[in-house]
């Protein structure tokens, strides 16, 4: 039956005395019924004129009966029909369409993308049929023949490609007709970079929705993951970032749909620095891509003590000592497969044109700051042979023998506060078998030696003197050739 939404008067009548008027049809014959209510009680003798913008032979003015109702026949065509019903001072109107027996019977269809299925609904004059039967037929579709549940509902699959969907319904002697046209399911594949992870994430969507357990190709230049998978519960797979810049495309594919995208990666980022705290501190700084990397290789060159190989802790720094006196080094930092280089001129604690003593000073200083497992007594005298000023070559007599063993193959010297030995001061102290004991008793000695010889001239000298003065007084043997074997020297 079709029904028709109760109206309220509109002229002349409180709220308690509105007219109701309801409108439907009989699902067997057609037939309209006009019922007129008020406060839910059927109003007798109302009066119904019908009218409609198409032939109909209902139209005309009735009485209603005992049952407030008035019957009206099957039209023959659809028509737009107008109802006003007086009663009294109250008056009210009402409209419906009203549609022949053999057009009753209707179907309509909605999509459920998310469940990828469509659904047909069949009805009469409004109502939902039970029991209709519902063929579905399209291009490259599992067509068939369904019937509907209590809800008038028929459900099928949503097709895989674009087509147009035929839905007939049809129950007794009715039918009803649709055609739709249907879109393929939407496939996408989408790409990002996780450069905090290292990976790159691919992820499959289906209509907006992830699609587990779809293929997916990768393929790049010289990227060594090349290859396919199989996306996981949240329609995604991980591969590793490159470690070059490229091109990286992925080929998605499920239920017999394909989507594709190609992407430019570019290659990770390693980077490194190197900062001074006031001439103290230096600190070596690794990262990737901004962030910190940790367990990267650090190698520090250059006339410095605290060169060497290192490896950078959680927050991706090494922490080392300032130089001396300034130098400059050179800093390469690795990790998984990248590289970094930065050069850097470290300040040191003593100017290059202060007093050697200041420098022997500090270095001293930092032998006791930084401690050590012996005495510094070895290391002070190392580093003060190696970086006295004095040792330079241009300085050095015929007879002094090779210079020092530090000195650069190609004649340059180590800089002061900065050669190998230097460096016990600022790795912690003098080498173990360092005695400053021994050499102190080594200087005592070396200087009771230069004061004896420093004598012993002395009295050639004097010797010397005698003998001039004895031969410029006629004094001399007369042979040139010294004083005579029994000549007593003391």
Known sequence: MLAVAMVPGTVGAASTDALQVGVTQDADTGDATVTVTRNETAVENATVVVESSGNYSGNGTYATGANGTVDLPNPQERV????TVTEGNNTTTASAVLVP?????????????????LTATVTQYGDAVEGASVMVNGSAYDNGTYETDANGTVEVAEPTTATNLTFVAMDGDLTAETTVAVEADDLDV????????D????TVTQDGEPVENASVQVNGTDYADNGTYETDANGTVEVAEPTTATNLTFVATADGLTAETTVAVEADDLDVSVSQDENESVTITVT??????ENASVAVEGNYTDAGEYET????????????QTVTVDVTAEYDGLSAETTATLQGEVAEDDPFGQLVSRFVERLKDTGGDGPIGQAVSDFVTENNPGNADDKRPDHAGPKNSSDDA???????GNSDKAKNGNAGGPPEHANNDKANDEDEQQTAETEETDEEETDDDSDDESEDDDESNGNGNGNGGGPPEHANNN
Not at 288 to 293: I, K, L, P, S, T
Not at 410 to 416: I, K, N, R, S
């Open 410 to 416: 190609d004649g340059e010297e180590d800089a002061p």
């Open 80 to 83: 737009n029909a107008t109802f």
């Open 101 to 117: 027996l053999d057009e009753s019977l209707d179907i309509s269809v909605e999509a459920d993308d998310a469940n990828d299925t």
């Open 190 to 197: 989408s790409v990002e970079v996780d450069d905090a992870n």
């Open 313 to 324: 802790d959680a927050n991706g720094t090494v922490e080392l000592t300032a130089p001396l």
């Open 199 to 202: 990976t790159v994430v691919a």
């Open 288 to 293: 990737e891509d901004g962030d910190a990397v």
